[in-house]
């Protein structure tokens, strides 16, 4: 199995998003995966200019001269897809958006019907693989991703991919603050590991390992009251003195 994934965020393997992502590759690896990383920050992506040269004048290839060329043939030979994203205003990372909107080229000017909507045409070597969201966010409840989950989906529609779950980790810096103070929530990261198994080896993740992911790390309102604290000594101090 060829696996690519994109880690949207601007923190890289330092942000909250890559404490899921970096296990759950893992358990991918450990099944046999051959999984390439990117970081779409490291990456030199214009914004798509809107003039669809890639569907008419070069079928196929946008007319820009980036990375976005050499991403395209990546994303066309991997299996599998793996979105990884902090949730920004109830979506993906501007820098991932970014690249959602120059995979234009994957798509044909004719329209179809599929699952009775009208979509474009997509290339043989793109459709038919799947797409696993991970992400994680700052606030408590896990219905915020709700938003997220159902943009990406609909990129999964447009590329006739097949969405096949989300590893999600609702209140995430609350995650961080207990790694550093020394709590290891094995059981959390060990799921995540262990989705990238059985990504790899059933071709789906359990209900069960997905739910442990995203678990009560605390109540509400230890949370509320929590990240409160965390803000007044931040507005204290705002140039870290």
């Known amino acids: 199995m060829k696996v690519v994934a994109i880690n949207g965020s601007p923190h890289k393997d330092k942000g909250n998003t890559a404490v899921v992502l970096g ?25 798509c200019l809107g003039c669809f040269s890639c569907w ?8 820009q001269e980036d990375d976005m060329a050499a991403l395209l043939s990546r994303l066309r030979e991997a299996e599998v897809w793996v979105l990884a994203t ?33 979509r474009h045409l997509v290339e043989d070597g793109v459709r038919g693989g799947k797409v696993v969201l991970v992400s994680n966010c700052g606030l408590w409840e896990m219905r915020n991703f709700e938003p997220l989950v159902a943009q990406v ?14 590893v999600l980790r609702p209140h995430g810096q609350t995650m961080r603050d207990l790694l550093r103070q020394g709590e ?9 590991k262990a989705a990238g198994y059985q990504l790899a080896t059933e071709g789906r993740m359990s209900k069960e390992t997905l739910d ?30």
Do not use: W
């Open 86 to 118: 902090p949730l920004y205003n109830d979506g993906v990372s501007a820098p991932l958006k970014n690249l959602f909107d120059r995979t234009m080229p994957f798509l044909r000017l004719p329209v179809e019907v599929r699952s009775g909507r009208s």
């Open 184 to 192: 290891p929530l094995d059981d959390v990261l060990g799921a995540a």
């Open 56 to 63: 008419i004048k070069t079928p196929g290839r946008c007319v």
């Open 23 to 47: 296990p759950f590759l893992e358990g991918l690896r450990d099944a046999g995966a051959e999984v390439e990383l990117l970081y779409v920050k490291d990456l030199d992506i214009h914004p």
């Open 212 to 241: 442990i992911v995203g678990r009560e790390l605390v109540s509400l309102d230890e949370y509320v009251a929590a990240m409160n604290a965390k803000a007044e000594r931040i507005v204290a101090r705002p140039n870290g003195t």
């Open 153 to 166: 989906k609909g990129v999964c529609r447009q590329v006739d991919r097949e969405f096949v779950g989300a």
